[in-house]
């Protein structure tokens, strides 16, 4: 049974960081591409973050604009966990952030989700 589940949320001030967690369980971690996918209130999901299948210190990671600079994404395959560390944050960050398995195919599509873990950024 695949299992994704969020963890490291909460309340911080605006310039704070946090870092998420995704304990995975119920396929092997490390052969799958991950994703970071937030959703900000009344809002629609938006792409934060994939790395890929090997993670370690020549990974690939890629960011959207709004967060290249200030977010890292990162694994440990050895402990099936992705990681999400949040730097700089700003208001516009508050959202519902969930991790994201990608299929076993070649594009970028995400087929198991966790239940999400919530950051809020507020003064």
């Known amino acids: 049974q695949v299992q994704l589940v969020e963890s490291g949320g909460g309340l911080v001030q605006p310039g704070g960081s946090l870092r998420l967690s995704c304990a995975t369980s119920?396929?092997?971690?490390?052969?799958?591409?991950m994703h970071w996918v937030r959703q900000a209130p009344g809002k629609g999901l938006e792409w934060v973050a994939a790395?890929?299948?090997?993670?370690?210190?020549?990974?690939?990671?890629g960011y959207a604009d709004s967060v290249k600079g200030r977010f890292t994404i990162s694994r440990d395959n050895a402990k099936n966990t992705l990681y999400l560390q949040m730097n700089g944050l700003k208001p516009e960050d508050t959202a519902l952030y969930y991790c994201a398995r990608n299929s076993g195919g070649n594009a970028w599509f995400m087929d198991y989700w966790g239940k999400g873990t919530l950051v809020t950024v507020s003064s």
């Open positions: 790395i890929n299948a090997g993670g370690g210190p020549a990974f690939y990671a």
């Open positions: 119920g396929f092997t971690f490390s052969s799958y591409w």
